[in-house]
T-cell receptor, first 115, second 117 residues
């Protein structure tokens, strides 16, 4: 595809449910980022992949959050036992390179609402 | 730690007015990069510009211009002759030096810009 795609676009979960959010980066992009954007706030970094390797997960808020990118392309962000404070838009971004100030291309996000 | 402050939460102007969005940043690094992104109602962040810390030359792109001043740690964004289509949330961001290649972005809280016809 032409850009980064994410699915689902909207997800409503009951508190305690597990959810999985998918990101399809631009083909060939080495780097993949996940960000969390709370309502009225700027995005905050969650985790980073270089190909299939998760090199930085310093932004994951708890051990309920888990991300993977097993084949170095599609990535999944999983949230276990969702809580109300997990409600946010989850943004995925990809960039073509590794080191350097590469532009990050963002997807439309998945809006997660936890009831 | 890096920090980006966008003090203007919301701005509303009438079409064709000029408008400036402020951005102030904090970093201890001598090498860093600054960005502006636009987030329309669709939610997708759209890249506008990237500047590195060694290039203080101001930049103009059509109706958009950016003023980077290291002395005041500011990277302000001006839209000239604003249009309704410019209505969006605008984010200023700072990139940290890469750790194992992770050039993650630190965003400000954003400024919601509304251009009224």
């Amino acid at each position: 595809g032409a850009g980064v795609s994410q699915s689902p676009r909207y997800k409503v979960a009951k508190r305690g449910q597990d959810v999985a959010l998918r990101c399809d980066p631009i083909s060939g992009h080495v780097s993949l980022f996940w960000y969390q954007q709370a309502l009225g706030q700027g995005p905050e970094f969650l985790t980073y992949f270089q190909n299939e390797a998760q090199l930085d997960k310093s932004g994951l808020p708890s051990d309920r959050f888990f991300a993977e990118r097993p084949e170095g392309s599609v990535s999944t962000l999983k949230i276990q036992r969702t809580q109300q404070e997990d409600s946010a838009v989850y943004l995925c971004a990809s960039s073509p390179g590794v080191a350097g100030p590469w532009e990050q291309f963002f997807g439309p996000g998945t809006r997660l609402t936890v009831l | 730690a890096q920090k980006v402050t966008q003090a203007q939460t919301e701005i509303s102007v009438v079409e064709k007015e000029d408008v400036t969005l402020d951005c102030v940043y904090e970093t201890r690094d001598t090498t860093y990069y600054l960005f502006w992104y636009k987030q329309p109602p669709s939610g997708e962040l759209v890249f506008l510009i990237r500047r590195n810390s060694f290039d203080e030359q101001n930049e103009i792109s059509g109706r958009y211009s950016w003023n980077f001043q290291k002395s005041t740690s500011s990277f302000n964004f001006t839209i000239t002759a604003s249009q309704v289509v410019d209505s969006a949330v605008y984010f200023c961001a700072l990139s940290e030096p890469p750790i194992q290649g992770a050039q993650k972005l630190v965003f400000g809280q954003g400024t919601r810009l509304t251009i009224n016809p």
